[in-house]
């Protein structure tokens, strides 16, 4: 009998052993950089969104939508179509937008936290922890099935404007991009495929 209860607390030794070892591999591969070399993997030239911008001033959200094409490795437009007609576009360090006929331009390198913004989405797209991590503290919580990128400015300029952004995901898939102010403003951009016919 003792015998047989010391096999099988050697057993269950054992099996706990494995579940640890197992547990050790996957945490060693469940990094902030790996999920973004999923994303960048699995990427789709253009999405749709539905944006929600929460101000403090106002008692509902703003809405709006449209499609966002992202063209490696630096182009990215957000082509706004509803309330109304809006485009901005952002190629290397130049940002062109373009509402009611009238176009701007604006230098990113000129404006940090310009840079920080555009420098957000790109990295998140193109999968690249390093750009990322030029202007945030990048953190990982959840599991592949549900997961949230944390990412939390460094830069003073950039944290007078941005307290932190959050990326919500399932699996290769981008499905939530939110920006928290420093004012306490937010907005919360949802991205379905291009081709969905769900809302």
Do not use: C
Not at 75 to 92: A, F, N, Q
Not at 105 to 130: K, Q, V
Request: no cysteine; net charge positive.
């Amino acid at each position: 009998m003792r015998r047989t209860l010391f096999l099988l607390f050697l057993l269950f030794q054992s099996l706990a052993l494995d579940a640890t070892l197992a547990t050790a591999a996957l945490s060693s591969d469940w990094t902030p950089a790996a999920v973004l070399r999923t994303l960048a993997e699995h990427r789709q030239g253009a999405a749709r969104f539905s944006e929600q911008k929460f101000i403090g001033v106002l008692d509902t959200p703003l809405l709006s939508a449209g499609t966002l094409t992202f063209r490696p490795p630096d182009y990215l437009e957000k082509h706004t179509t509803s309330p109304r007609d809006e485009r901005m576009t952002i190629e290397g360090d130049k940002l062109t937008y373009t509402r009611q006929g009238q176009t701007y331009t604006l230098n990113l390198a000129e404006h940090p936290e310009a840079t920080a913004y555009a420098n957000s989405i790109r990295g998140l797209l193109n999968g690249n922890a390093a750009l990322l991590r030029k202007s945030y503290v990048l953190k990982l919580s959840g599991d592949r099935a549900h997961w949230v990128l944390l990412l939390l400015p460094t830069d003073p300029r950039i944290q007078s404007l941005i307290k932190s952004i959050s990326v919500n995901g399932s699996g290769d898939q981008l499905q939530t991009i939110e920006y928290d102010q420093s004012n306490g403003d937010r907005s919360v951009m949802t991205l379905l495929p291009a081709h969905s016919k769900s809302p």
